[in-house]
């Protein structure tokens, strides 16, 4: 009866390992392969990271935006030209350089529209050198491996643990690996959203360059640059929350107690995407975009 009792706890003891290992396998697989993939999203500029996205919002800037920018720099030029007459007595006080700077204005506010697309991508173009500069800097920390130690570290530990444990033990597991998979979908979130953003940006361009030589409205020309440049800027900050992220888990004591440092891994994976949603936040407040 004994020699029954005892095959069937080992027989139970089996499915709860295999419940255990099965929750671990793969549990952090999710957030590894996005975390490695991280500097080769935020380096793309918006033309190399989706096409077809790309030259829709070429098209819709083109079609839509290139219009209206071009009536708001006309009532721009033309408030310059009535501002300048008013502010000289009706021109009674009129000084011919005047006119020759009026026209270096107009000529400045046209080169500035017309060149809008290659001076937005140019800044998206210096935020990806950035982030490939980092990506070097931080060369072996973007991709984290700390999965298969833990792995490890559990199966030496299982054989000695009774059936009490292991059924906590499983729950523990089942839990991380769901929170897990929900911070590599949530990453996801973060990378995709910061695209969407830029590609946001990037259609409505020409209007607030229409802007940028007046007085009165300047300000709406320079928010939106310091909006880009902190978008370029973001993927930068993102790099830096991946090296750190990667010093952490890598500082990770496998060989103490398994619970803890299961707990402190998915701890630092939370850390890190919150830290990734901070950054467009950060970015911009650093650069004052409104």
């Not at 982030?131 to 130690?149: F, R």
Request: charged fraction near 10%; glycine fraction near 6%; hydrophobic fraction near 50%.
């Amino acid at each position: 009866m004994g020699a029954l009792l005892d095959q069937i706890t080992e027989f139970i003891k089996e499915m709860l390992h295999g419940w255990v290992m099965s929750n671990l396998d793969g549990m952090f697989t999710d957030v590894n392969t996005k975390v490695g993939t991280i500097a080769g999203e935020v380096s793309r500029t918006p033309s190399a990271w989706n096409a077809g996205i790309f030259s829709m919002i070429e098209r819709l800037s083109d079609t839509v935006i290139v219009p209206i920018a071009g009536i708001i720099i006309t009532y721009v030029l033309c408030y310059e030209l009535i501002s300048m007459v008013l502010d000289k007595n009706n021109m009674h006080d009129f000084d011919t350089s005047l006119f020759f700077r009026y026209l270096f204005k107009a000529c400045i506010a046209v080169l500035l529209l017309s060149r809008t697309s290659d001076i937005v991508m140019a800044v998206f173009d210096v935020g990806g050198h950035m982030v490939n500069e980092a990506a070097s800097a931080i060369s072996g920390s973007t991709s984290i491996s700390v999965g298969p130690t833990i792995t490890s570290m559990f199966t030496n530990n299982l054989s000695s643990m009774e059936i009490g444990e292991l059924i906590g033990l499983g729950m523990e597991t089942m839990i991380c690996s769901l929170c897990m998979k929900i911070m590599s979908v949530l990453i996801t979130v973060i990378l995709y959203g910061r695209m969407i953003e830029i590609y946001l940006y990037v259609s409505v361009a020409p209007v607030p360059f229409a802007t940028l030589t007046n007085k009165e409205w300047g300000s709406i020309g320079t928010n939106y640059i310091k909006g880009v440049v902190a978008l370029a800027f973001q993927g930068f900050f993102i790099m830096v929350c991946v090296a750190i992220y990667a010093v952490l888990v890598r500082s990770v004591s496998v060989a103490a107690n398994i619970h803890s440092a299961l707990w402190q891994v998915m701890a630092y994976t939370v850390v890190l995407c919150f830290s990734l949603f901070k950054t467009g936040s950060l970015s911009k407040s650093i650069f004052h975009a409104s």
